[in-house]
């Protein structure tokens, strides 16, 4: 059985920084792109940031880009999204996902097959 569970969410002033972790269990992690993926109250949802499987290329949203980093670990079965300067809207609930293909460019969430159950992120000072 494939399980997801996102943690280190919280409060954070503007400018600050929170590393969100996805655990993985009932799957080999190399052989699984991982999405990082975001809801803000009465927004759709939105992808954030990929690394594909294997090859381990990783994609980002305009909107990230140059402030959030996602790595993995496979021994850990781990992966990471390091959110650095944080702004009031990148406020939302962070989902990740997972899915066994190579994507080429950041994935719609219609394409991941397996979800966590997300984690808070409040930028507010």
């Known amino acids: 059985q494939v399980q997801l569970v996102e943690s280190g969410g919280g409060l954070v002033q503007p400018g600050g920084s929170l590393r969100l972790s996805c655990a993985a269990s009932?799957?080999?992690?190399?052989?699984?792109?991982i999405v990082w993926f975001r809801r803000a109250p009465g927004k759709e949802r939105e992808g954030v940031s990929c690394?594909?499987?294997?090859?381990?290329?990783?994609y980002y949203s305009d909107s990230v880009k140059g402030r959030f980093t996602i790595s993995r670990d496979n021994a850990k079965n781990l992966v990471y999204l390091q959110m650095n300067s944080l702004k009031p809207e990148d406020t939302a609930v962070y989902y990740c996902a997972a899915e066994r293909f190579r994507p080429r460019r950041l994935p719609a969430s219609w394409e991941m097959s397996y979800w966590g159950q997300g984690t808070q992120v409040t930028v507010s000072s």
């Open positions: 690394i594909s499987n294997r090859d381990g290329n990783t």
């Open positions: 009932g799957i080999t992690l190399d052989d699984y792109a």
